[in-house]
């Protein structure tokens, strides 16, 4: 079959990004576009912010295994950075964990408080290193 | 955001694929959060685009386009359950073993393709010819123009007319039906 089609595909591309747009409607007429389309919009949001949850959690996840592998390879190297916070009381080091990952804390790390003051150095450490990465303040060393 | 991800997701329909819209809303997101499939990642640049609504429109405008294949890689199914927690332990990470529409294409499959894209363009000829303020608007689009702002500019209809115009296309088109590539998945 002869079709022109990667002129048919940019009408398509061009077609569903017209009808996706919802530049100046009302939330009211975008939530009635969508509930026009069969979908129960309340669910969906619903669904959608838990899997936003999930994911953020999942990020702050990988992030932090990525951290703990950098730290890790500092501590083989000994870095000072690591074990900065063995002095550090467990108030120190909980509070400082707040501050560096923000109300989410307390639920990528459900019983954070239930852990010992040593784990949750380590956690610590792990979020500093993030923290500094973050900042462009990290390792230095690779 | 779930909208255009509805919107989206129709291309696909009209090619005789299947992708869930919220399978795109959640690749974005993780896009963002810099877990996508395959490690794909968007850095949010908060000046260029303040807009976080925006920004995960872009992305998925972007890795649903076809001129850039090499972001077309996600899942075509949730991988999440109805309550909204992850299917998979793993969640996004079990995206590479999921087969997506950028999975490469059977000479059937193409074939199929071909003949819902034509398909297709006949069903728009045939609503541009039977009416013509909607044949205005798809003229619009066939030169690439999707703002309605800019539908708008060139049509010389009022806003509130081209989003009306814009809804009874969408209607429209929800009666064509493709031919499927694949039998179901599930």
């Not at chain 1, 061009?14 to 009211?28: I, N, V």
């Not at chain 2, 959060?33 to 429109?57: A, H, M, S, V």
């Not at chain 2, 806003?159 to 031919?179: A, F, M, S």
Request: glycine letters at 6%; proline letters at 3%; aromatic letters at 6%.
């Amino acid at each position: 079959m002869d079709i022109n089609r990667k002129k048919y595909l940019e009408i398509l591309d061009t077609l569903t990004d017209a009808l996706g747009r919802s530049d100046e409607q009302s939330t009211e007429e975008v939530l009635a576009d969508i509930r026009d389309e069969g979908i129960d919009v309340d669910a969906a949001l619903v669904r959608l912010k838990k899997v936003r949850l999930n994911i953020a959690m999942d990020a702050k996840r990988s992030a932090l295994d990525f951290a703990r592998e950098k730290r890790l390879k500092l501590a083989e190297r000994g870095h000072e950075f690591i074990g900065k916070f063995s002095d550090w009381t467990r108030e120190q080091i909980l509070a400082r964990i707040k501050e560096l990952s923000g109300p989410e804390a307390g639920l990528a790390y459900r019983d954070l408080e239930a852990m010992g003051t040593e784990e949750m150095a380590s956690i610590l450490e792990d979020l500093e290193m993030a923290h500094r990465s973050a900042m462009g303040e990290g390792d230095d060393s690779e | 955001m779930l909208k255009y991800a509805v919107s989206r997701a129709k291309m696909f329909k009209w090619l005789g694929d299947e992708v869930e819209p919220e399978a795109l809303v959640q690749e974005a997101i993780a896009r963002a959060y810099g877990i996508g499939t395959r490690g794909n990642y968007r850095n949010w640049d908060k000046e260029r685009c303040p807009d976080l609504g925006d920004f995960l429109i872009g992305i998925i405008r972007s890795m649903t386009s076809h001129k850039a294949e090499h972001e077309a890689e996600f899942p075509s199914e949730s991988l999440f359950n109805e309550d909204g927690s992850a299917k998979d332990s793993k969640i996004l990470k079990s995206c590479d073993e999921t087969a997506g529409p950028s999975k490469p294409k059977t000479p059937e499959e193409e074939i199929i393709e071909n003949e819902n894209l034509q398909a297709f363009k006949d069903e728009l000829d045939s609503l541009a010819d039977g009416d013509e303020d909607l044949g205005m608007v798809i003229l619009c689009i066939e030169d690439g123009i999707s703002e309605p702002r800019n539908i708008a500019d060139a049509t010389g209809f009022g806003k509130d007319k081209v989003n009306y115009l814009l809804k009874r296309l969408r209607r429209k088109l929800d009666k064509y039906n493709p031919k499927r590539k694949r039998q179901s998945s599930k």
